[in-house]
C-alpha cells in the first residue's frame, strides 16, 4: 500500500523562472525549480556522483549535475545518459493561493526500473 504525505513549503512566489532552490522534507533533500512558469521537485541528489543537484546548473527543463555533468529531467526526473545510469526521484508539488506543498510518496521505487539494455551514446 502507498502512503502519501502532503507538505506545505514557505512561500516560493519570489522564485523565477530558471531559478532552483533546495529544502528539506521527511529527511530528504528536494530541489525546487520554477521553469516556464510552473514549479518542478525532484530529490536533490545525482543519482551518480551522490552530489547535490542544486549545485549544477539548470537549462531549461534540465538540470546538470556539478561533478560530472549527468542530466537529469527536472519534470520527471528521468536522466539523459551517462554518467548516470538511472533517474532520480520526482515529486507532484501544488501552487495555489494558500501556498506551495510537496507530496512525498511513502515507497521504494526508481523512476527507471528494469535492467539497462541498449547502446549508450556519449557525447
Known amino acids: 500500500m502507498v502512503q502519501s504525505d502532503q ?3 514557505d512561500d516560493l512566489s519570489n522564485l523565477g523562472n530558471g531559478d ?19 514549479l518542478y521537485a525532484i530529490e536533490d541528489n545525482c543519482s551518480h556522483a551522490d552530489t547535490p543537484l542544486s549545485e549544477g546548473r539548470l537549462s531549461g527543463f534540465q538540470i546538470n549535475c ?28 501544488t501552487e495555489d493561493e494558500s501556498g506551495v506543498s510537496i507530496n512525498i510518496e511513502d515507497k521504494n521505487d526508481n523512476p ?12
Do not use: M, W
Not at 20 to 38: A, D, F, H, P, Q
Not at 68 to 91: E, I, K, L, N, Q
Not at 112 to 123: D, H, K
Open 20 to 38: 532552483i532552490t533546495s529544502c528539506e522534507v521527511e529527511n530528504l533533500e528536494i530541489l525546487i525549480c520554477r521553469v516556464e512558469g510552473k
Open 7 to 9: 507538505h506545505n513549503l
Open 112 to 123: 527507471e526500473e528494469g535492467p539497462q539494455t541498449g547502446y549508450f551514446q556519449t557525447r
Open 66 to 93: 556539478p561533478l560530472h555533468g549527468a542530466s537529469f529531467d527536472v519534470r520527471d526526473g528521468t536522466h539523459s545518459g551517462p554518467p548516470a545510469y538511472t533517474g532520480v526521484r520526482c515529486f507532484k508539488i
